[in-house]
């Protein structure tokens, strides 16, 4: 399945590339994986994705990342 998807990492990723999340959209589900364990894939929509991004943005999971 992962051969024929054309995944995307964020141009922020680390430089070896081990340390990125990776995203696709197949098929109009959005596709997730770390680059690091890509046989893991979660699924969601680009409206769940959209408001995961909104709250990025805004600030709400600034405390994970601490």
């Known amino acids: 399945m992962t ?3 054309k995944w ?3 141009s922020f990723s680390g430089g070896g590339g ?3 999340l990776e995203l696709a959209n197949a098929a ?3 596709l997730v994986r770390e680059s690091d364990d890509p046989n893991v894939i ?3 929509t680009p409206a769940k994705l959209r408001a995961f991004i909104q709250g990025v943005r805004a600030g709400e999971f600034d405390h994970f990342a601490r």
Request: aromatic letters at 0%.
């Open 18 to 20: 081990e340390q990125c």
């Open 3 to 5: 051969s024929e998807i």
């Open 42 to 44: 979660l699924k969601t």
């Open 28 to 30: 109009g589900e959005i």
């Open 8 to 10: 995307q990492k964020s």
